[in-house]
Structures are given as C-alpha cells and as structure tokens.
C-alpha cells in the first residue's frame, strides 16, 4: 500500500471517528451531562482517537487538562457563590462534557486532519489535489472519407510506378537478371522475379479513422516530460491514418503506435529569453510547411530552440537538432558469419529566424534551414553472383513513398558455368544524397475587422522554397541503373525515352482566409495552394503523404476548407490535383471529408 493510500485510509478513519463523536456530543441530554444517564467520558474518547491516529497523545492530555482545569474554576465560582454543590473533582474520568469541550474538540479534528491533507497534497481545502494541476491529458479523434482517383493516361507498368519500398523490405533480393528485363519492367514472373508496383490506374476509396491520445505532466524545476499514442496501419512516419476494413478486415482490432515520448527542459531565463531542450521523440521543432515535413511526422533524438526579444516586437530565434533516421542492426547481417560495419543514418538541422511585428494588424515570421542528411545516400559495393547478401543491403532506405531516384546496390561479380542462368540479386537505394537548403515565410494580416466587424478574420500568405545542394545530374544519371544489365535497358526512374529527368527544386504558394482557430462554432477558413517538388529535392520519406498519394516528383493545387459545427468538433474538405513532373506519366486526385473532434 502506498503512502498515500495509507494517508487517505487513515484521514478517513479520523474524519469518521470525528463526525460520530461530535453527533454523539451534541445529541447528549442534559440529564446525562448532570449524570442522571450515562454518558462518554471525554478520556475514553480520546483514547480512541489517538489509537487511530487522529490526535496525537499529547494532543489529548492538553484536551484533557484544559477541560478539568475549566470544571475546577467552576467548581470554585460555585463554592464562592454559594450556588450548588461544588462537583466532585475526579482525577482521570469526568463525567460531564461542556459545550467548550465539545467545539474545541471538533475544532482540533478539523485543523489537524486539514492540515495533514494539505500537507500530503491529496486533499487540499476548496480544491482539486496539487498533483492534477501538473497534468494535461488531451486528444483528437478523426474520421475521414476518401476517394483517389486516375485519370487515363498514366505510365502503367513504367519503372516509375514500382514500389521500390516494398521491394527493399523483403527478406530476399529481387532477381533483376538480364533474360527477364522484360519481366522486370512488366511484372515478372514467381519467385525472387515477381515486383511489387504502386496503384496508377484503379479508382479507390476507402474510409479511415485516426484516433491519438496524449499525456503531459510539468514535473518541476522547468522540467515537463509527455507521452502520446496513436491509431495507424503500420508504422509509417508520415500517417496515423487506420483504414476501416483494413488489418484483415472481419472487424479485427487495430493497432497502436507509441508516437511521441519526450523530456523537455526550459529553465527560468529573463523575459526578452527563451530556451527549449527537448529528448526522446517529439513534434516537428522546425518553421516549416508540408513541402518538406508531413504534418504527422515525429523527430527521434534531441533538438534545442532559443529566442531573444531584440527590439520591441523583433524576436530573432535559433532552432538546432541531431536526429536518427537509422540504426544499423546489431546482428547485420543475420546470415553472415562476419558482420558488417555499422552505417547508421543521421539528419542534422539548424534554423534561424525571426518573428516580427510589423504593424499591429500584420505579423511577419522569416526563416532558413539547413539539413543535412549523413549516409542517406546509396553506396555501391562487389557481391558473389550467388549471395543472397551482400554488405551493400544496408544502404537500402527501410522506409520510402515514390519519387526519389534509385540505384541498384550490387556489382554481382563471378559466373557459373552457364552464365545466362546466372542471378542479379539487387537491392535499391537512393541515388542522391541530401542537403537541403530550405527558405521559409509566413505573413498574418488581421486588419479585416471594419469590413467584418462580426468575426475575427485573418488573411496568412505562407510560402517555402527547397533545394537539395547535393544532387549532382550527371551523376546521378549515370548511378540509377541496375548493374550488369545492358545499356538503355538499365535505367531506373525518372526517365522519359531513356533520358534522366529528375530535379533537386521545389516550392509552395498558399493563401488562406478565415478565424485564426477554430473556437466557436460557425468559425471557419479556406485556403489554396500550389505546390511544385521535383524528385530529388526532398526525402521522399518525410514528405507530404497526401498531395499525389505521397512523395515527390509532384506538381498541382490543393483547395481545402474547415468548418466548426461545435467549439471542439470542425469538418473539413480538401481537393487535390497532382500530376507527375519527370518520366512516366502520372496524374492524380484525391478528394477528402474528415469530422474531427478533440479534448
């Protein structure tokens, strides 16, 4: 039992006690206080009470004392009165209780059971236990409706349709030798041969929840620390969206995901500072739109965010961070006897930038970020013909959507003696490298209030502007293909009539109108965008997982709108129209419905 437990039992013990005997007290007849009838001798009582802990016992000898030495002043008065009989003076037990004794008896239980509550925390008078202040739980619930559909024309069966993804999960190389390239780019045959491509042709809908839960607790000393869980059909980074029907269906349970867990510290600084440390997994602690992160994206590792009020409504701030996209398995590779050297996979990122009050209805926030992905890249290496591992597996991405370029991992060298039966097993990873420099603008005007002086309308232009420093063309037109297949065969993606096609630039424009948040209901916004990523300007991985079904090599508009139909429920519709920008071709619409509540 617990310390508390045993506080709380013990109180309500001494509450107990207290009540009883202060109704028995007070429901006493005066026949019983002249002793016409028995009644409680006040010691008796009290020896119960300090038994149970409610009084101390030199809590009772004071009670004690103080109520005989009141009988024997008035006993006293009496004798020099000359009005009754003095009573009789008995040296432990009395008889007789007065009124006095009785308040001062339950005033004492009060303050000492009070105060001993107040003191432990679990309890305190007219409010809720200290405790529960440091907590917030809070959470969101979303139910979405989904419709994606093609329209004709699209590259069906190109190398850009692929779903290299699903290919780099499985336990077993996929076969890429050079007698079934055709099969290759079709669909091939059983076996190691057989590919996984992506949905370009077939109209799909489907309805998904979302479902999160989290929890925050302020721990002291400018330390708070939170953990959340969320619904999702696997552990995708970019989505916690669980298809109904999904996960075998036959209304089979769902799966739950830890999706945030962190310890945060922010110590006591002047006004005009701000200094945030956070570790463990947390949201985006970037200034930032959905062109490089997804908005459900969560950050493993440990970033550091400082601002300072430089001039009246300037706060210039600083955001850094080291994160872990990848930890070589302890056990690589499970089929070697000799393992392989670690190559863990790194993202660094610094930001800066400034808020700034421009006038009192508009507000400016400007930033630039530098991230630089370490060992991210694909790296190449010689592998036996006939090994189903080889020391490059490891450079494959464990997670990806599309648009990125990839590269076959293996130089498979050697032959047997019937060379055209020979494999070519073959992972893939990324061509490129990634460095990205990112520039990112927000503008809030809140001066709409003469011409609609009923609602608190906000116009926000926001925009960001990508490149990737480290994509080189060349080179990575010559590193996407499969080794030991014949020239103008090899290719991978990005590709138009053999040709490489892929960029390393994207940008977003978007203007929204509407309540700032949605508050109350009938509060609501719109907005529209455009949205340009070419295929190698970001990680496809870590992008928008919506705009064209998710990844790069993407360009279109996106409409979107929300309306609040309660101060904690809001529906909202989202349109968007994309259509590949490099190789095959490829377009895409996506219409969604969500009803969102929170607390």
Known sequence: MTDKNRYTQRAGRGLALAVSMAALLAAMPAGAQQG???????????????????VTQAQADKILKGAQARDAAKAATVAQTGQGTPPAQPAVRVQYVPQIVKDEIKAELKKEVMAKAEAEGWAAPGETPEWSKRIKISGDVRGRFESSSFPSGNAVGSFDQVNFSALNARSTPFDAKQGHLH???????????????????????????????????????????????ATGDSSSPVSTNQTLGGSGGNFSKYQVWLDRAFIAYA????????????????????????????????????AAKGRYEAAKGVTPFVTAGAFPIYNTDFNFSSYSEEKGGSQDRW????????????????SVKLAAAYYLFDNIGGKRK??????????????????????????????????????????????????????????????DYDGLKPLFPDQALR???DGEFVKNLAFDKQKVAAKSVIPGVAAGNNGLNNRRNDVFEGGDTGYLARVTVGTPKLAKRWDWSASLAYKYVESD???DAFTDSDFGMGGTNLKGFILGGKLALAKNVWAGAHWMSADSISGGSYSNDLFLLDLNARF
């Not at 091939?188 to 809908?205: H, I």
């Not at 200094?275 to 994206?297: H, I, M, Q, Y």
């Not at 993202?347 to 508009?362: E, H, M, N, S």
């Not at 990125?404 to 003696?417: F, K, P, Q, V």
């Open 347 to 362: 993202l660094y990122g610094v930001q800066a930038g400034t808020d700034w009050k421009a006038t009192p209805d508009t």
């Open 183 to 229: 099969n290759f780019r079709t669909g091939g045959a059983a076996g190691t041969n057989a590919l996984s491509f992506n949905n370009w042709d077939e109209d799909r809908t489907r309805e998904r929840i979302r479902a999160r839960v989290g929890l925050e607790a302020d721990i002291g000393e400018g330390f708070t620390t939170g953990v959340r869980l």
């Open 267 to 302: 110590p006591e600084l002047p006004k005009q500072w701000g200094l945030n440390v956070t570790a463990g997994r947390f949201d985006n602690p970037f200034f930032g739109t959905d062109l490089v992160w997804d908005g459900d994206l969560g950050f493993d590792g440990l």
């Open 382 to 443: 010689d592998c036996n013909y006939a090994d189903i591992t080889c020391g490059s597996d490891v450079f494959r991405p464990t997670f990806a959507q599309k648009g990125n370029s990839y590269m076959g991992l293996r130089n498979n060298l050697g032959s047997s003696t019937t060379p055209d039966a020979d494999p070519n097993y073959q992972y893939f990873g990324l061509a490129s490298g990634f460095r990205e420099l990112a520039l990112t603008g927000r503008v």
């Open 459 to 461: 116009v926000s232009f």
């Open 537 to 539: 300007a970001v990680v």
């Open 36 to 54: 016409s009838s028995p009644a409680p001798s006040t010691s008796s009582l009290l020896e119960e009470m300090v038994a149970t802990g409610v």
